[in-house]
């Protein structure tokens, strides 16, 4: 079993931390989300790392599972629960974006580890997600922001500790992460009617 769960070493420059707690945070990160998404009509990518064998590591694919029930055809989903985007393919699939839409715009989405009072944190920034750190794996950055997820604690056993992740944690950040993503892509949607109208 080949998990991606990441213990985020990203500067925490230009980036956003929400709860899962916290009942403003989809409409917050939603509006943090929208402010990164490009003005032009390029594509929107979201690459959800992860595997649905590990608890913990089912955030990402869980997440592009929910997004595609909302059945948003302006969101270009990689990794569900039924076609997982993790470690053993995760850089033939950037290469196929890449070789398809090399102009898109990508979220990458994953879960992480965290100390203990950070877990439920959900985080938002500029820069890729850097996914396989919390079990030694060299894999390709994904992104040009990221969206992570705080599912457990790092520091000990790292892949026993995201198998016995919560679930009832796991998919409500999904939900919260899903439904922020679809909600930035509306609000860039009205912005870009707004923009079109005032030049007309």
């Known amino acids: 079993m080949m998990l991606s769960g990441q213990l985020f070493p990203q500067s925490k420059k230009n980036s956003s931390r929400y709860h899962m707690d916290d009942l403003t945070s989809i409409s917050k ?7 990164y998404l490009p003005t032009d009509d390029r594509k929107i990518i979201v690459v959800c790392i992860g595997t649905d064998r590990s608890t913990g590591d089912s955030l990402g694919p869980l997440v592009g599972t929910k997004i595609n029930e909302r059945f948003q055809h302006d969101i270009n989903v990689y990794g569900t629960l039924q076609d997982p985007v993790h470690a053993k393919n995760l850089a033939e699939t950037l290469d196929h974006i890449r070789a398809n839409d090399p ?19 959900m985080t938002v920034g500029e820069g890729p997600v850097r996914p396989g750190i919390a079990v030694k794996k060299q894999l ?46 509306r609000l860039r949607n009205i912005n870009e009617k707004d923009s079109r109208t005032s030049i007309n």
Request: glycine fraction near 8%; aromatic fraction near 4%.
């Open 29 to 35: 990160m939603a509006k943090n989300i929208a402010a």
């Open 103 to 121: 102009d898109s715009f990508i979220i990458g989405v994953d879960a992480c580890l965290g100390r203990s009072t950070s877990v439920g944190m």
């Open 140 to 185: 390709p950055a994904v992104g040009d922001i990221h969206i992570t997820g705080i599912v457990n604690v790092s520091g000990f056993m790292e892949m026993m500790v995201l198998q016995n992740t919560r679930l009832s944690l796991v998919m409500k950040m999904a939900d919260m992460i899903s439904r922020s993503i679809v909600y930035s892509t």
